[in-house]
């Protein structure tokens, strides 16, 4: 190796498979040496060009890693470009031991390889106390949303008697004014930097609407004064037309122009003559077409400019509301990404220091997908590459960068997030702005992910070039064709390419495309054709089954897309796992997922879809109901019926007749007979062990329980035709772990999963490891970006997706700011369909940048396949009044209309369609199939006697189980509880407390506000009066203690606070009444305090604050009751009690603990923090800050080990 130079070796390879050699392309891009802006196409190995490009900078151009900036768009782009940068290096290292490359793989840990996001936080954090936030701040668009909605009803219904809330709220209740008005608009399009000027922006909105509307109305005169000249002329014709006109030219010359009201109601009827029966070729058909368009118009100023004041009244709440919410940001430091993208750029911008500062940290700044960027995310870029002897306040212009600094990556006609604010046009401008001379615009043009012939048929698809007969290796291209296009230009005007060629005049959010060659070379036996590697699947609205139990169109392809690939699995021509299913939306993801489950498939998706629905999920959540809630008879018979108890129909029905009212009495047993009772006895000892410890136990720990040491997993995977449930449960498991991480307990993941399933809600975003091991993909075509697949199904192309209409209460352009959708002045019902003039002006261009998107999806979705790519959908024509089109199959008409012959006539009777000789696919028929026939199929990938198999397989193994020895390991948890350490802390001092410990001069005084006195005996009441005979209370100080807490919670948050059913419905209405007003008084009586007085006053605060602490090999987990701000780097941390007899040395510990956490968490020394109890009975403060300082935690945990290991010895 040493023969060879690292420069040829990262440029040229070694010639093994690990390590091939660049192309031109790729070397132009690695080596390039100014701006550059690389168009990187769909598997060109943008990935490993640009770690080749790192490599590069650090090995020939010895850049330290910490000054190379390399930015991707998500966090999992960012660790494949973490990972393979430094393989590349560490393997240049080791092979040729280059000092540079050592030194890089050394320093590694200081390389800034990051999401834009995190970058733009790490600008944020350097100066946002200018911005009166901590640099502590929390990034969570969820959270500011809560946060905003949780103001946003208060707010209205402190304005409840505003003239402009009224009107918005009549179509609206309060709610959803609150959420669609001030929280909606407020949480989308206002930042902490840049809040909307809403009165400004109504104030230029009134001034242009005067002015089209003083447009509008010349145009709408001079057509009427046509339709008069025509009227004298035809008005003895006798026509019906001209009979209704002569009255409505009548009412239009009474109309007072200069009151938009008076004037569009005298108009109405002129505008809205009707034009039945006139041929469209008659003059006045297309004046009055024009008058109904003009009319709507003037109707939509009319309404705003008649409605100003009420606007502008409306505007004054929201910036009240604005600025309420963003100093709640402020107070609370929860900021959304916008907020800190917008606060990163103003730094760069105004921040003289910080912007050389960051421009004298790097000398290479890499960006990746760039074309899922937008203006502010450039302008950031363009701030920190400025020239190092320039440094003006304000945006950078281009002329003004470094030159050879910034190398951006990306690919047009993958730009897919425009919903989240990506704009293409700011990448397809971004080499003319960067200049010709000094920049380069770079191309990698070689797919080495795909076919030769799907590459074949991509440039056909989307280029139009000729499937056959275009050449597909670079090489094989004449030269005189090298680098230019030899397909049709028309191809794109007449649909029969998805994308205009490059060069071609198009909009600045249209892609276009250019040709692209395959980067590995197949064998071919010469003069054959290309294989078919496109398999259009078509399903007709004109199939009709005679059967009544026909499958809709959409189940009659979702069963097909399953038959092909259980028929592509059993042939051995793909594993489940080599093969997606993609969609645009999961609509219909439910479908496909029965199918699949159906024929035996095994399928992973991140988003699941009717997660409630199944049998494993419903039944786990009703037991889980049962144990929060002894008494939900639902949950009770659910259990009884599942395979936790498995009791007959009839054994239920008896049990509910005529047993106990109590849930798994055990004396109900002698209700039932034979296996019943056994089974039912079983269930009553199952039940009562795991409710015993179920308050304890983590919410993991119970579902493994409950799956593995209950048998259900072994009730469901028996059987391979169920073995696809079981994934259901590791979806579960999921959810319970981060709950758990959150601090959740049992009964707000109950609660949780209740409100889940009530509502129907999809679960996102669920990339788990799944016990069912790999299976068939399903995602979306936004989540299969950056993936690649050997098949690939594209289905429900004939979904359109949502429909592009305004039903939101206000619309937001950057053009013309804030616009809201007002109810119609009420003399202006005239029906027309616009209400908002400036959505309506704006509407067709939206569409258009919607259909361009969508092409542009439809690129990245078949883009995805390696080697075959099935494309399913009903089929559609284009719309014939619409220019833009709404669905993946509306878009590929053209194309099937020209290489189908006589496409609209296709029969179910026909299996493949013949097509032309240089289509680009083949095409089959999906039939019309009945559910007969689909039980047909599932019955054959079934087993007949399932009961009588499952009682042979339980018999065969039996000898196994019965006789193989079974050794329990019990393996040492390493969490602890801080609450549970104060035995073996005692154990470490050596000292039997006891409560004369107890410092009496350490509790602050209480002074109780008059109605606030101790109230001892209402809590005992209350306690005492759910004592059962067995001296077991159902609630107890524990629940009350839980109730206060929710209390104080809720009071801190300004909510009214709730207690939980579960409690309230052991106790009696009169009691339930005396917990509400004692928790209400503790709760006050707190907040009176100085102490509370405090708590409000704090610029931060935390309540149910969980946390974790690393201790040696031990981690510490709990949940602090509150915790505080009281000055500068200062905190207090409070823990309620409930406790009847104050012993505060029980929670020394437990609090060293908590305030050891909080040291952590806040930066900030021990010392810094004093730990207080309060006793909520007495009311009594306690300082045990002085105690927790003796407390070793380390001792403490050493000694409880080795007590646990004495005990199990």
């Known amino acids: 190796m040493n023969s060879m130079s690292v420069e040829k070796w990262l440029l040229e390879g070694d010639g093994t498979q690990n390590n091939p050699p660049l192309n031109e392309e790729q070397r132009a891009a690695v080596t390039c040496e100014v701006n550059a802006v690389t168009a990187a196409g769909a598997g060109s190995g943008k990935t490993f060009v640009l770690a080749r490009r790192y490599a590069y900078l650090v090995c020939v151009k010895h850049y330290a890693v910490s000054e190379i900036l390399t930015l991707t768009f998500t966090r999992k782009a960012t660790a494949e470009m973490y990972q393979r940068i430094y393989k590349t290096l560490l393997t240049v290292a080791q092979l040729f031991g280059d000092p540079y490359a050592k030194k890089a793989v050394e320093e590694f840990h200081t390389s800034r390889i990051q999401t834009l996001d995190s970058y733009c936080s790490n600008i944020a954090k350097l100066a946002v106390n200018s911005y009166g936030v901590t640099p502590d701040f929390t990034l969570d668009d969820g959270g500011a949303y809560d946060l905003a909605s949780s103001m946003a009803l208060p707010f209205i219904l402190e304005n409840r008697n505003s003239v402009a809330l009224q009107l918005m709220a009549k179509k609206r209740n309060l709610e959803s004014l609150a959420t669609e008005l001030f929280c909606n608009i407020i949480t989308k399009y206002s930042t902490l930097v840049s809040p909307i000027a809403f009165s400004q922006d109504v104030e230029r909105q009134y001034k242009k609407c005067i002015e089209e509307y003083e447009k509008n109305l010349t145009d709408f005169y001079n057509g009427a004064s046509d339709l008069q000249e025509l009227y004298e002329e035809n008005k003895n014709s006798g026509k019906a037309f001209f009979n209704a006109l002569g009255p409505a030219l009548e009412t239009f010359k009474k109309a007072d122009s200069s009151n938009p009201i008076d004037f569009c109601v005298k108009s109405c009827s002129l505008a809205t003559v009707s034009l039945r029966g006139q041929r469209p070729s008659m003059p006045w058909h297309s004046i009055v077409t024009e008058l109904r368009e003009l009319f709507a118009s003037l109707v939509a100023l009319a309404n705003f400019i008649e409605r100003k004041p009420l606007l502008e009244e409306l505007a004054l709440l929201l910036e009240k509301f604005q600025s309420d919410y963003v100093k709640q940001k402020r107070v609370t430091g929860i900021l959304t990404f916008r907020d800190v993208a917008c606060l990163a750029q103003d730094i760069l911008k105004n921040n003289i220091q910080i912007r050389q500062s960051e421009k004298e940290s790097y000398k290479a700044v890499m960006i990746d997908e760039f074309q899922d960027d937008n203006k502010l995310q450039k302008d950031i870029l363009y701030a920190i590459c400025e020239r190092k002897d320039i440094c003006l306040p304000g945006d950078v212009p281009a002329d003004h960068l470094e030159q050879g600094k910034l190398f951006f990556v990306g690919d047009e006609k993958q730009s897919i997030y425009r919903f989240r604010g990506a704009d293409v046009s700011v990448f397809r401008k971004l080499s003319q702005e960067l200049g010709t001379g000094t920049s380069a615009s770079l191309w990698l043009s070689h797919n080495y992910r795909s076919h030769p012939d799907l590459i074949a048929a991509f440039n056909c698809i989307f280029g139009g070039y000729n499937y056959n007969q275009e050449p597909v290796y670079k090489e094989d291209e004449p030269s005189s064709l090298q680098g230019e296009t030899s397909a049709p230009s028309e191809a794109y005007n007449q649909g029969e390419s998805i994308f205009p060629l490059e060069g071609s005049p198009t ?184 409710a015993e410890h179920a308050g304890t136990m983590a919410l993991t720990e119970l579902l493994t329980k409950l799956w593995y040491e209950l048998g259900y997993r072994y009730e469901t995977m028996w059987h391979s035709k169920f073995f696809q449930y079981g994934e259901l449960y590791d979806q579960l498991f999921a959810l319970a772990a981060e709950a758990q991480q959150e601090g959740a307990g049992l009964t707000n993941f109950v609660e949780s999963l209740r409100s889940q399933a009530e509502e129907s809600q999809r679960l996102d975003d669920m990339d788990i490891p799944l016990e069912g091991g790999k299976g068939v993909r399903i995602m979306t075509i936004h989540k299969s970006k950056g993936l690649e697949f050997p098949l690939v199904f594209l289905s429900y192309c004939s979904g359109e997706g949502f429909k592009n209409q305004n039903p939101d209460i206000a619309y937001y352009s950057e053009k013309d700011g804030m616009t809201f959708n007002i109810p119609s002045h009420p003399l202006l019902n005239s029906g027309s369909s616009k209400t908002n003039f400036f959505y309506d002006q704006a509407a067709q261009e939206a569409e258009k940048q919607q259909e361009a998107e969508l092409r542009r999806l439809l690129y990245v979705a078949m883009t995805r396949a390696e080697k075959e790519l099935y494309v399913t959908g009903i089929l559609q024509k284009p719309s014939g009044n619409s220019t833009t089109e709404k669905s993946f199959i509306k878009l590929l008409y053209g194309l099937l209309n020209k290489y189908i012959p006589n496409l609209d006539q296709i029969s179910q009777e026909e299996v493949v369609l013949q097509v032309t000789e240089d289509s680009p696919f083949d095409v089959e ?167 509370g007085k405090d ?102 945990l050493l000694k409880a080990t080795l007590s646990k290991a004495a005990l199990s010895n």
Request: net charge negative; proline share 4%; charged share 30%.
């Open 1095 to 1196: 708590v409000q006053k704090a610029s931060w605060y935390k309540s149910e604050f969980p946390f974790k602490y690393k201790i040696d090999k031990y981690v510490l987990k709990g949940t602090m009751d509150l915790i505080y701000k009281t000055g500068e780097n200062t905190y207090h941390i409070v823990d309620f009690k409930t406790d009847k007899k104050e012993e505060p040395f029980l929670y020394f510990p437990q609090q060293s603990a908590y305030r050891a956490a909080a040291a952590i968490l806040l930066h900030v020394p021990e010392s810094a923090i004093r730990c207080f109890l309060y006793y909520l009975r007495s009311g009594h403060f306690i300082d045990i800050t002085q105690e927790c300082d003796a407390v070793d935690l380390k001792a403490v």
């Open 925 to 1091: 028929v999906i039939p019309a199939e009945t559910r007969r026939s689909v039980y047909s199929e599932y019955q054959r990938h079934g087993r007949k006697n399932e009961e009588e198999n499952r009682k042979k397989i339980i018999q065969q193994l039996e000898p196994f189980y019965q006789k193989t020895p079974v050794t329990m390991v019990q393996e040492e948890s390493h969490y602890r509880n801080p609450s549970s350490l104060f035995s073996e802390w005692q154990r470490t001092t050596g000292i039997l407390f006891h409560s004369e410990h107890y410092n009496k001069e350490s509790a602050l005084p209480v002074d109780f506000p008059k109605g606030h006195e101790a109230m001892q005996d209402e809590i005992d009441e209350i306690v005492l009066s759910t004592l059962q005979k067995d001296d077991t209370l159902l609630f107890g100080y524990g629940e009350l203690g839980t109730c206060v807490h929710l209390y104080l919670e809720a009071m801190l948050k300004g909510e009214q606070p709730v207690i939980p059913s579960r409690f309230l419905q052991l106790l009696s209405a009169k009691n339930q009444e005396k917990l509400k007003k004692v928790c209400s008084k503790l709760a006050q009586r707190f907040f009176e305090s100085s102490t």
């Open 507 to 690: 909009e600045e959010y249209q892609a276009t495309y250019t040709k692209v060659y395959a980067g590995k070379r197949e064998p071919r036996e010469p003069g054959t054709q290309r294989e078919k590697r496109v398999h259009v699947c078509l399903y007709s609205k004109d199939f009709r089954s005679d059967e009544e139990d026909a499958l809709s169109h959409d189940e009659n392809e979702a069963f097909f897309v399953a038959k092909k690939i259980k028929k592509l699995t059993e042939s051995g021509k793909a594993k489940p796992e080599e093969i997606a299913i993609l969609f645009r939306t999961l609509t219909k993801q439910s479908l496909y997922e029965r199918y699949l489950k159906q024929m035996g498939i095994p399928y992973v998706t991140e988003s699941v879809v009717g997660f409630f629905s199944d049998a494993p999920v419903n039944d786990i959540l009703h037991f889980l109901t049962l144990l929060v809630y002894p008494k939900n008879q639902t949950a009770y018979c659910s259990v009884l019926r599942s395979p936790f108890v498995a009791l007959s129909s009839e054994s239920l029905e008896r049990l509910l007749a005529h047993g106990s009212e109590e849930i798994f009495d055990p004396a109900d047993s002698e209700l039932l007979d034979g296996d019943q009772r056994e089974l039912y006895e079983k269930g009553c000892t199952m039940y009562w062990e795991i």
